[in-house]
């Protein structure tokens, strides 16, 4: 059965900071990873999508990365702002499930 | 190009009442999925449709949960009767693409409180 955890489950940094959150999940056998983010009382805004056979996908100051043999992706944030506070979610696709993490509560402090 | 959207946002009823939520995917998507999540948890599926076949519904509690997607468009999710358990976020996405490679899209959410 498909586990995906996500640490730490909350983080605080300073504006400007550089930030790296962690996706792992139990089963390598995967078809993609998609990172959303969650503003609070919102849906799920998709960011990134990483197809199996990729290894990193970037859009703008984000950056995800997939390691399908150790079960890891990471998500980086590069410069960070206020505006970035909200709840990062991964979330994996595998046996025709798509399985979430709990998610990554971020907070940019001014 | 309209997002999903998804009503109502809001709503409180009393346990064993009835509610209906509807949700209207992105225009040309065929694949639409209802979920479920909980406070400080990430989402569960209840059911994913491809055009107007459920594909996967083994996770809908079939005993108080039913969804329709009649045309292969818009869907309804019902509880009947509700009980305080449900109450959470029920959140709508769709894809373009059927199977499990394309990207989701998800909308609003209808929140569900049950007293």
């Known amino acids: 059965k498909q586990e995906v955890t996500q640490i730490p489950a909350a983080l605080s940094v300073p504006e400007g900071e550089n930030l790296v959150l962690n996706c792992s999940f139990t089963d390598s056998a995967i078809y993609n990873l998609q990172w959303f983010r969650q503003d609070p009382g919102k849906g799920l805004t998709s960011l990134l999508l990483i197809q199996s056979s990729q290894r990193e996908q970037t859009s703008g100051r984000l950056n995800a990365s997939l390691d399908k043999s150790s079960g890891r992706s990471t998500l980086y944030i590069a410069a960070s702002q206020p505006g970035d506070s909200a709840t990062y979610l991964c979330?994996?696709?595998?046996?025709?499930?798509?399985?979430f993490g709990s998610g990554t509560r971020l907070l940019v402090r001014p | 190009e309209a997002g999903v959207v998804q009503s109502p946002r809001y709503k409180i009823i009393e346990k064993k009442q009835p509610v209906a939520f509807w949700c209207n995917p992105i225009?040309?998507?065929?694949?639409l999925y209802w979920y479920l999540q909980n406070l400080g948890q990430g989402p569960e599926l209840l059911i994913r449709?491809?055009?107007?076949?459920?594909?996967?519904d083994s996770q809908l509690p079939k005993d108080r949960f039913s969804a329709e997607r009649l045309k292969g468009v818009d869907s309804t999710l019902k509880i009947q009767p509700a009980e305080l358990g449900d109450s959470a976020v029920y959140l709508c996405?769709?894809?373009?693409?059927?199977?499990?490679?394309?990207?989701?899209?998800f909308g609003e959410g209808s929140r569900l409180t049950v007293l």
């Open positions: 979330a994996v696709r595998s046996s025709y499930k798509l399985i």
């Open positions: 225009s040309g998507h065929n694949t």
């Open positions: 449709y491809e055009n107007e076949e459920a594909v996967d």
């Open positions: 996405a769709s894809s373009p693409e059927t199977g499990w490679h394309g990207e989701l899209f």
